[in-house]
């Protein structure tokens, strides 16, 4: 079935430093969307970042990541991390079907902790 | 934009109590989901409803009921409240390509 996985339970940068949070996915459906979602502490999460297009690399508010169909992947980048990053992460698919293609399949989560 | 309610924002219950948790949504959005957030556990999907009167099971639909009686407001009631039970449940709603807007949650607590 369809799944995204999110290898990092934790990551824990010092200010400045470059993020990376990686998300693969699962799907047998040709034209999935990605998402990324962020939750703040005792927040509720919000999307940060979407693209369906092959290749074609999105950014929102500093980050941006690209989907890679050919490799299942979707990382999340960002050149240089701020305390203000710290929060949880989430990476989504939506596998466009036909009966259902509003459901979203989300990984288990980084926790990004940002240091001075 | 739109803006997504639930209520209450706390609800403390008694073991085996039936809780009901309340969300509106004026996006005019058609798809609305529950899910079940428990600390370190990520997202959990409950139920979803594509539309009025539709309910859809989540992985996680077992001790739960659904109800969408209106386009606007989807209900999601805990049928036995399970004893130190504790977490977060999140109410959203999607248009178009599955993009889903998340309410501030209900956080349960079951004593």
């Known amino acids: 079935g369809d799944s995204v996985t999110q290898t990092e339970g934790l990551v824990t940068l010092t200010e400045g430093l470059p993020v990376m949070l990686n998300c693969t996915y699962q799907?047998?459906?040709?034209?999935?969307?990605l998402f990324w979602y962020v939750q703040h502490l005792n927040e509720s999460p919000r999307l940060l970042l979407k693209s369906f297009t092959d290749n074609k690399r999105t950014e929102h508010q500093g980050f941006h990541a690209t989907l890679h169909k050919s490799s299942s992947s979707f990382h999340l980048q960002k050149s240089s991390a701020q305390l203000s990053d710290s929060a949880l992460y989430y990476c989504?698919?939506?596998?466009?079907?036909?009966?259902?293609?509003?459901?979203?399949?989300f990984g288990s989560g980084t926790k990004l902790t940002v240091e001075p | 934009g739109g803006i997504i309610t639930q209520t209450p924002k706390f609800l403390i219950g008694q073991e085996g109590q039936k809780l009901t948790l309340k969300c509106q949504q004026n996006?005019?959005?058609?798809?609305m989901y529950w899910y079940r957030q428990d600390s370190g556990k990520g997202l959990r999907l409950i139920y979803y409803?594509?539309?009025?009167?539709?309910?859809q099971k989540g992985d996680l639909s077992e001790g739960y009921d659904a109800s969408r009686e209106k386009k606007s407001s989807f209900s999601l009631t805990v049928t036995s409240a399970q004893k130190n039970e504790m977490a977060v449940f999140l109410c959203a709603s999607s248009g178009t390509y599955a993009e889903q807007f998340f309410g501030p949650g209900t956080r349960l607590t079951v004593l």
């Open positions: 996006f005019n959005h058609d798809t």
């Open positions: 799907t047998i459906y040709s034209n999935p969307f």
């Open positions: 989504a698919l939506s596998a466009y079907l036909m009966s259902n293609y509003n459901v979203l399949y």
């Open positions: 409803s594509i539309t009025e009167n539709d309910l």
